[in-house]
């Protein structure tokens, strides 16, 4: 990839809450983000962000909308911009129609989470692994997770692996939300995506494969209680996330590695009754001679997520521990982030959750049209270099620390 021809120019498709905080975090470094254009199927949406941006920054964007299912009409809209990147900030189902459209057009790809076929609750890096090939012979990059969840916690780990460690051999994600928003049951991004997520069956990767458990709604669930910074102890609940796909290949030496998610019993209560009434389900049912898919329904009864930054109060705590041999001692460290609801809402007009991840997904695409991170293919984010990253989140809004922790019991 060539990073001198770079004019700083960025399409970012998708306009809810993630976009809003990439947008902001883009306007706020006219230095390197030259020129934004954010492009949706929802145009009022775009125009939300257009006014927004021009109130708190005095920067015009562009805006345009566009189908991010329709590879020709993403296309017509990139020749038409001519950005030096697309930053997809829009459902998993597009990764691959975006990817495809950046091929056609020779332009860098960055996405904060993999891809997931709309007709099957089922997300893993294969699809997109397969277009290494013709993003190289393109000549161009795809950097895959730039979030936080996959994304800042897999920087972390590339960050211990290159200066804490001299091999990891157990690690541990940890993502708590204590944080209370007021409404009964909502979710905190994408209804679709984020119930299709922690409704399936559980994997972690332990002696050289995939161990699996019950989801976290089912009885015989795994869970513990730990006590986070400033957030306290909450219970923990064993789930399946992404980045675990990709860090066991790609970290040397692990013979563990775990995910964990705070739930509260509310939110588990309320979701065991949606799932067994059949309110999750992802295929269509007939209603009135009409075909309707539950869960999509679903999502138009519950809070917009991006709604509810106003009166969001509380923290999110997100790290990884890791324990590995550094210097033929046995280390444990804890890297870790925190990130309060109502400084997001005031900076963004958005909550934590939104923030975590908008954020690292503009530090990513800073890093590319920067040309810190340079290469040809598709490479996940701890594949790169993480230090100028790290810096990164320290100077634009998610600063980590590292402390020694005691390790994580082997079972809980």
């Avoid at 459902?91 to 495809?100: A, S, V």
């Avoid at 705590?317 to 324990?323: A, F």
Wanted: aromatic fraction near 10%; hydrophobic fraction near 40%.
């Amino acid at each position: 990839m060539n990073n001198t021809k770079n004019q700083g120019k960025i399409l970012i498709i998708g306009a809810g809450g993630v976009a809003a905080v990439a947008v902001h975090k883009c306007a706020q470094i006219p230095e390197v983000f030259k020129e934004l254009m954010v492009a949706s199927r929802t145009l009022s949406k775009c125009e939300a962000i257009r006014r927004d941006i021009n109130k708190k920054y005095g920067r015009d964007i562009k805006i345009a909308q566009v189908d991010a299912d329709n590879v020709k009409e993403l296309a017509a809209l990139i020749k038409k911009f001519k950005p030096d990147l697309v930053l997809n900030l829009a459902l998993p189902y597009q990764d691959l129609h975006i990817m495809d459209a950046c091929l056609e057009t020779g332009v860098n790809y960055i996405d904060t989470a993999n891809y997931e076929p709309p007709d099957e609750a089922h997300f893993e890096y294969s699809w997109q692994w397969a277009y290494q090939e013709r993003f190289k012979e393109k000549g161009i990059m795809a950097v895959l997770g730039s979030g936080f969840d996959p994304g800042v916690t897999n920087i972390f780990t590339a960050y211990a692996q290159k200066h804490l460690f001299d091999e990891i051999n157990y690690l541990d994600i940890l993502d708590c939300n204590a944080g209370t928003h007021g409404y009964v049951f909502a979710t905190n991004f994408n209804p679709e995506i984020n119930i299709r997520e922690v409704t399936q069956t559980v994997r972690h990767w332990e002696n050289g494969k995939w161990i699996e458990t019950p989801a976290i709604i089912e009885e015989g669930s795994v869970h513990f209680t730990f006590n986070y910074p400033t957030a306290g102890t909450k219970e923990s609940y064993l789930l399946y996330h992404e980045e675990l796909e990709s860090l066991v290949l790609n970290i040397k030496g692990l013979k563990r590695a775990r995910f964990w998610m705070t739930f509260s019993e509310n939110y588990l209560n309320h979701l065991r009754v949606l799932h067994n009434i059949g309110m999750t389900r992802i295929d269509e049912v007939d209603y009135e001679g009409q075909k309707i898919i539950p869960i999509k329904f679903l999502k138009t009864l519950l809070p917009e997520p991006a709604s509810l930054g106003t009166g969001y109060t509380g923290k999110t705590v997100i790290g990884n521990i890791m324990t590995g041999e550094k210097d033929g001692k046995t280390v444990t460290r804890y890297i870790y982030n925190i990130c309060d609801h109502e400084k997001a809402f005031k900076e963004t007009g958005t909550q934590a959750i939104a923030y975590t991840t908008g954020v690292p997904a503009m530090i990513g695409a800073m890093m590319v049209l920067t040309g810190a991170w340079q290469g040809i293919g598709v490479y996940n984010i701890e594949q790169l270099d993480p230090d100028k990253f790290m810096e990164a989140l320290n100077k634009y809004g998610l600063p980590w620390q590292v402390i020694e922790h005691a390790p994580l019991p082997d079972k809980v």
